[in-house]
Nanobody, 127 residues
Framework: QVQVVESGGGLVQAGGSLRVSCAAS????????MGWFRQVPGKEREFVAA????????TYVDSVKGRFTISRDMAKNTAYLQMNSLKPEDTDVYYC????????????????????WGQGTQVTVSS
């Protein structure tokens, strides 16, 4: 079993920044593709960003390109999502997810590709 735990959410004014973190444990972190999703209660999860297990490839949903950056630190077993120029429509619960031994980053925009999920962290952006 793999555990993923998000942290770093909070309340920020429009135009501000937050960095959410995802700490992973239980298996070999370097073999997991890591992704970020967001969700309003009662709705389907929306893909936000993903980074390959090698760290060489990333992909983003169009609405966050140029504003959000996904990264990972192998030594700390941690993935990050840096969120800049936040907008009220970015308000959601943000979830970290891990997928074991996935090689094609373009396929990782689907929540069905992920094996493990964190509990979520709330991000609220005020006008």
């Amino acid at each position: 079993q793999v555990q993923v735990v998000e942290s770093g959410g909070g309340l920020v004014q429009a135009g501000g920044s937050l960095r959410v973190s995802c700490a992973a444990s239980g298996r070999t972190f370097r073999r997991y593709t890591m992704g970020w999703f967001r969700q309003v209660p009662g709705k389907e999860r929306e893909f936000v960003a993903a980074i390959s297990w090698s760290g060489d490839s990333t992909t983003y949903v169009d609405s966050v390109k140029g504003r959000f950056t996904i990264s990972r630190d192998m030594a700390k077993n941690t993935a990050y999502l840096q969120m800049n120029s936040l907008k009220p429509e970015d308000t959601d619960v943000y979830y970290c997810a891990a997928a074991f031994r996935r090689d094609i980053i373009e396929t990782m925009t689907s929540e069905l590709m992920y094996d493990y999920w964190g509990q979520g962290t709330q991000v609220t952006v005020s006008s």
